[in-house]
């Protein structure tokens, strides 16, 4: 194991108080939550159980943390309803539509301005 990763292998907890583990070299069993969502899983309430730490320059303490979850405790996703993505559709279009000229935009609004480009007076170029 490199010099860099020796601060970052703790998989006993003791330094950081979760098991954690360098970049690339969790365990198997464990996922991030990016990793979940691709597996069209879920934590599913199941607290975090180890991290994965790593330096990098654009981290505030020049540090970045991945939390793991146990994959056999994870659930599937949920689907929406039919009315939630009804909710959902009606929320977007809202954003898309000028309170000014009533006219539903091919983009959300900007909210700066609170109105759509042409309400405003930008030249938008196709």
């Known amino acids: 194991m490199?010099?860099?990763r020796v601060p970052f292998w703790d998989p006993d907890g003791k330094r950081y108080g979760t098991p954690t583990y360098p970049w690339r070299m969790a365990p198997d069993g464990l996922a991030t939550y990016r990793q979940l969502r691709a597996a069209g899983l879920r934590p599913g309430g199941q607290g975090v159980q180890a991290q994965l730490m790593w330096r990098s320059r654009r981290a505030a303490k020049?540090?970045?943390v991945a939390y793991?979850?146990?994959l056999d405790l994870a659930k599937p996703r949920r689907t929406p309803t039919e009315a939630q993505?009804?909710?959902?559709?009606?929320?977007l279009r809202a954003r898309r539509t000028c309170p000014d000229c009533g006219i539903e935009q091919p983009?959300?609004?900007p909210i700066r301005y609170?109105?759509?480009?042409d309400c405003?007076?930008?030249e938008v170029s196709a």
């Not at 993505?85 to 929320?91: D, F, N, S, T, V």
Request: aromatic share 12%; hydrophobic share 40%.
């Open 114 to 117: 609170g109105a759509c480009l």
């Open 120 to 122: 405003h007076g930008w």
């Open 62 to 64: 020049g540090v970045r």
């Open 68 to 70: 793991l979850y146990r």
């Open 85 to 91: 993505l009804e909710a959902i559709g009606k929320a």
């Open 107 to 109: 983009y959300c609004l």
């Open 2 to 4: 490199s010099r860099a």
